[in-house]
Each structure stands twice: as C-alpha cells, then as structure tokens.
C-alpha cells in the first residue's frame, strides 16, 4: 500500500467533505443540543459532571457516524468515480484506508469541535461545572471510540454493499437492532433461563459485578449503545482513580469486555467489508 | 507489439452470455475502435481490461501484463475516461488533476492540462458550477494527467458540443502520435470513422468483425455507390441495361441522378460508358464509399440472422 496514495485519496475525500453544508449543520446541532444539556443539567453538574455532559452522544455518535459511513465506498462505487480513482492507479487496499482516515478525521472534528465551542461557552457563560478534566477526557476518548466502532460498522457496510441504499439499510438494522432491541432480545432469553427479567440494578453502570445470570453483562456489551453506557462510566472512573493513586470497585471483567467490543465492531466490519470489497466485481 | 491481446475471453452471469470467446489484439501505437449496440457487452470488456470485473475463462493480457495478476500495473499505466460518472462537486477542477497525477505519480501539470483540454481559466471554480461537457473534459484532462501508455476511452463525446468533439478528436490523434495507445470505444459511429485505424464490431457478447474500415467495406462486399448526373431523366431501359452489368447489385435513379450500388470497383468506367451509349450525357460523377453506420447495420444483422 502506498501511503502517498492514501493522504492523497483522503485529502481529496476530506476537503469534499468540510465543504458540505450537512456537515457543518451537524456542527451547529451538536454545539446546540451540547450547550442546552449543559446549561439545564449545570446544577446537577458535580463530581461525575461527565457522565451527564457526554450523554447527548449516546444517541449523536451513530447517527454520525452512519451518515458519514454509509457512502464512503457504496457513493463511490454508485457514482462511478470508482472507475477513474482505480483507473488512475489507486489501489483497492489504498481507497478504503485512504476513506476510512477521511471519515474518521471528519467524524471526530464533528464531535470535537462542538465539545470545545460549547464548553467555551458554558464555562464562560455560566462556570458551571465541577468536573475533573481528567475525567471529561476519559469520557470524550469513550466517545471517540464508541464514534470509531459506529464508524467501523457503517464502513462496513459501505464496503460490502454494491449499492448505497444496501448500506444505508445495513447500517439503519443495525442502529435499530442496538438502540431498540437488543435489550429485549437479551432479557427474554434471560427469562426463559431464569424466568425474571429484573436485576434490581442499572446493568450498565458496571459497579456491581456479580450478576444472575453471569453471561448477561457480557452480552449486554456486545451491542456498541450498552457498552459507550457502560465504559462511560467505568473509563473516567478507573482514570480518575488511577490519576490520585486509588483503586476502584466495578466489575472490570464485563466492562473491559465491553471496551474491547467497541474495539471489536471498529475494526472486524470493516475487515470483512474490506475483503469482500476487495474481493468484488464492480458493476 | 500487442497492447491488449485478449484470448477466448468470456463472461458469463449464470445462463446469460455478456462476451463470448473475444480473440482481440490491438497493437502499439493505434487508434483501436470499439463499435456495438447498447448491452453488446463493451463497457464489460473495458471492465475486464482493468480488472474491474473478472472474466469467466480466457485469458487477457494487458501492456504486456497479465490483467487480473497484475492489475496494480497495468491500471497504473492506463488511464481510463469512464462512461456514466460523478467528480466531487465541491472541490475545484484544478485538484482533481493534481490528484491524478500524484496517484500517477507523475509530475502535475495542472495548468497545462486544462488548457490542453479547453477548461483554461476555469480551473479554481468548483466542479460542481460545470455543465456537463466541461466535466467530461476535466476527467479526460485527469486521464491525460496520468499521462498513460493506454488510453481508454468510454463514449467520450458524451455532453460535448461540436468544439468539444473536434478537441477530443484532435487530443486523441496527438497521443496516438507520441505512441500512446487508444482504446476509443462508443456508438457515435462517424467519430470512431473519424480517428479510428481499424475498428471492432461487437454485438450480443460476440465481436464480429475486426479490420481497417476499408477492408470491412470490402469484405461485406456492394462497398460503393455510384451517383451519375446526367443532362435528361434517364427511360426504364436505360436503367435496365445498367442493372445487367456484372458488378451492379442495385440502380435507382431520382430525376436526373442514377445512384448505383457497385460491388465491383471496376464496374464504375462500364457504367458510365453504358449510361453515354443508351444517349445520356454524364455531367457529373460521385463515388460515394458506405458509411460506417451502413457496415455496422450490416455486421450486426447478419450477426443476429
């Protein structure tokens, strides 16, 4: 793979992108809702100030993240500038990765950018906050890679599909599945095996870890939503205390497994994409 | 040496045959034509040649190189005008020729290009502000930037106007000049005639002909028609005797003109010295040659008898 060839694709996708008006609308929605949250959410603001300031991204991220996916190789191949970037040499290997850094540059910017406007703005506006700074980046960087693993999944797609509307549906079954149905999935088969469907605790805060049945935190992380509600937590917290020298109760085992899920659906989607990308006739 | 030498190329999707055992050799330095009716299986062919999609059985090799084993290469040194694409719209038409060159890895000449290609002061608008022609000559001018061994071009006159046309047409003899290779393939049949050396008739998936245009003309033989002018409407008679001669498949005649379909060169001199003995006065004489359109509808009907 030549790298060369790689910024080149990137640099060319990327400065598409930042010239899009739907791109920058997403800016000013995100900086919006952020400043809003922060602003009604200031009085409760302390302590764990970062788990309520990131919750505006539990539902944002994917849809982000999806919308700047879903087109970056299906778009290509539907619009047939596939023909001239392969025929002018790029390589298949150099025209995902060249989109993926493009995307993901894009995809943060779009998050990080509204994140430091709006804490500008409420920090000036109304010095609300009690937060560790430690324990807001902790926060932010499980964004990013809750953000990454969406990113993964839509590219993914991007990459498997021929066309953009197979993408866009591929990705739209799987924010439904996560955000709407997984949970109900997980609990019926907990209650054909223990006949309950309580717990008695948020299963996703992750400061418990003992848990009937043991297997349900594990597979509650496997959907990217419950594991960015869950790492959100455990991340800034184990942070926060390794950072003053202490050491925190929470049940690493399945929050750490939910880590590495969200590592798991950036790379693997986009790995299986890639090969049948690879792998396809172009039509 | 052969640029494309494809042998018993075939692809098949399930039952349906798109080509069918292509033997094609286009040589160094010509200017190659490829005719054929929408779904005669071209733009598949041009997607094998670079790999863009994979042929059922047959072998094809491409400037020397095998095209599926060693796709990096021959893309590389091709470049491709595609039929039917999107360039990104908000980015200036400058950049997309630095982009084809740098992937190229040649030196970009960015301002030389798009005067080649008559977009000369347009380079620093968006694309997106482009009418259709102009962005059919900044993507030959991203072809011509990667300054190709191979040239493939896909309906390349699409949304060109006339100028357009005579530019692409002047562009596409320049580069055969300086030894590139062209691949020119489109329905437009007086544009292949116009810059083509030989040409390739292709029809349902089989490539039915291949040869100069005046070879084909006279292989399919009646490759000529005769127009006399004569000074008096010529009698039934008169029209008859020309009709008996050997050579002669067809005579029509339209006031004072008799068109003569000749098969024969030769037929031409006894014609008018026929037409003088039944006391006519020939007051002028055309040779007219069949149009290109005329030999492809011949090729490809008698390709689907």
Redesign the interface.
């Known amino acids: 793979m030549n790298r060369?060839?790689v910024l080149?694709?990137a640099k060319?996708?990327f400065?598409?992108l930042i010239?899009?008006k739907i791109v920058w609308l997403g800016i000013v929605v995100l900086t919006v809702y952020l400043v809003y949250e922060w602003h009604t959410s200031s009085q409760h603001l302390i302590g764990s100030a970062w788990s309520i300031m990131i919750d505006p991204f539990v539902i944002m991220s994917p849809l982000y993240a999806i919308g700047l996916g879903y087109t970056a190789i299906a778009g290509e191949r539907a619009?047939?500038?596939i023909?001239?970037?392969?025929?002018?040499?790029?390589?298949r290997p150099e025209l995902v990765a060249g989109k993926l850094l493009s995307r993901f540059v894009t995809l943060v910017s779009v998050l990080w950018l509204p994140v430091v406007i709006a804490a500008v703005i409420v920090t000036v506006g109304w010095q609300p906050t009690e937060a560790t700074a430690v324990g807001f980046l902790g926060a932010m960087v499980v964004v990013t890679v809750t953000s990454t693993a969406w990113l993964g999944i839509a590219l993914g797609a991007s990459c498997s599909a021929s066309t953009q509307l197979r993408s866009i549906a591929i990705g739209g079954f799987l924010v439904f599945l996560f955000l709407y149905a997984w949970q109900s999935i997980l609990e019926l088969l907990m209650f054909v095996q223990t006949g309950s469907t309580d717990l008695g605790i948020d299963i996703t805060t992750g400061l418990v870890d003992i848990f009937d049945p043991a297997w349900f935190p594990y597979a509650v992380r496997v959907n990217p939503v419950n594991a960015f509600e869950a790492t959100q937590w455990y991340v800034p917290n184990l942070l926060e205390a390794l950072a003053a020298g202490e050491t925190i109760d929470a049940a690493h085992g399945p929050n750490l497994f939910g880590l590495a899920m969200l590592l798991v659906w950036g790379t693997v989607p986009i790995a299986i994409g890639y090969y049948r990308f690879i792998h396809a006739?172009?039509? | 040496m052969a640029v494309i030498e494809a042998n018993a190329l075939s692809k098949r999707y399930g039952e349906s045959t798109v080509l069918d055992s292509i033997d094609l050799q286009v040589e160094e330095g010509e200017i190659f034509g490829f005719l054929g009716p929408n779904g005669a299986g071209k733009s598949t062919f041009i997607d094998i040649l670079l790999d863009f999609r994979r042929p059922t059985s047959g072998q094809l090799s491409v400037l020397g190189h095998d095209s599926q084993r060693e796709s990096k290469i021959v893309r590389q040194r091709s470049g491709i005008l595609p039929d039917g694409y999107e360039l990104y719209s908000r980015l200036p038409g400058r950049q997309h020729i630095e982009f084809a060159a740098t992937v190229a890895g040649v030196d970009s000449r960015p301002d030389r290009v798009l005067a080649r290609v008559g977009l000369e002061g347009d380079g620093d608008q968006p694309v997106g502000s482009y009418s259709k022609g102009m962005c059919q000559r900044l993507a030959l001018g991203m072809v011509l930037a990667s300054d190709p061994d191979l040239l493939i071009l896909d309906e390349p006159a699409s949304g060109l106007d006339p100028n357009g046309i005579q530019q692409l047409q002047e562009i596409v003899r320049e580069e055969a000049d300086r030894g590139t290779t062209v691949f020119f393939s489109s329905h437009l049949l007086e544009q292949v005639e116009a810059v083509c050396d030989r040409v390739g008739i292709l029809n349902d998936g089989e490539l039915l002909a291949v040869d100069a245009i005046d070879a084909l003309q006279e292989a399919i033989g009646g490759s000529s028609e005769l127009l006399l002018t004569v000074d008096d409407q010529p009698i039934e008679s008169s029209l008859r005797s020309l009709e008996e001669l050997d050579g002669i498949t067809d005579v029509d005649a339209d006031g004072t003109t008799i068109r003569l379909s000749c098969s024969d060169p030769a037929v031409k001199s006894k014609a008018i010295t026929q037409t003088s003995s039944a006391g006519l006065t020939v007051t002028d004489v055309d040779v007219q040659r069949r149009s290109l359109e005329e030999l492809f509808s011949e090729y490809t009907e008698a390709g689907d008898r």
């Open positions: 060369k060839n080149s694709i060319h996708d400065e598409q010239r899009s619009s047939g500038r023909r001239l970037s392969l025929g002018a040499g790029l390589t006739e172009l039509e």
